[in-house]
């Protein structure tokens, strides 16, 4: 059993930047594919980032080359380092895991998820 927990969100102006970590303990943290969700008010949750034990990475085009995910597998931590934060931005943020290793973009892909953490960027 693998438990997730985030931390890092808050309020920030357009434009700024904020970082999200994800603790993950339980289970063995290398076998797993470790992603990023969120999800708007009445929208569906949705794919941002995902990154594999050894390092690739995937982005959802409205993210790509702002937000940069990472993970350091020592301490078993996934982080979503945001930058250019836009209104459409503003979301609660959700960590994830896999099982197999590789990339997968769909919710129903992951087993594990963290509580969220709020993310909200004024315009």
């Known amino acids: 059993q693998v438990q997730l927990v985030e931390s890092g969100g808050g309020l920030v102006q357009a434009g700024g930047s904020l970082r999200l970590s994800c603790a993950a303990s339980?289970?063995?943290?290398?076998?797993?594919?470790m992603g990023w969700f969120r999800q708007a008010p009445g929208k569906d949750r949705e794919f941002v980032a995902a990154v594999t034990w050894s390092k690739s990475t995937n982005y959802a085009d409205s993210v790509r080359g702002r937000f940069k995910i990472s993970r350091n597998n020592a301490l078993n931590t996934v982080y979503l380092q945001m930058n250019s934060l836009k209104s459409e931005d503003t979301a609660v943020y959700y960590c994830?895991?896999?099982?197999?290793?590789?990339?997968?973009?769909?919710?129903?892909?992951?087993?594990?998820w963290g509580q969220g953490t709020q993310v909200t960027v004024s315009s």
């Open positions: 339980g289970g063995i943290y290398s076998e797993y594919t």
């Open positions: 994830a895991a896999k099982s197999p290793d590789y990339v997968a973009l769909r919710p129903d892909d992951y087993k594990y």
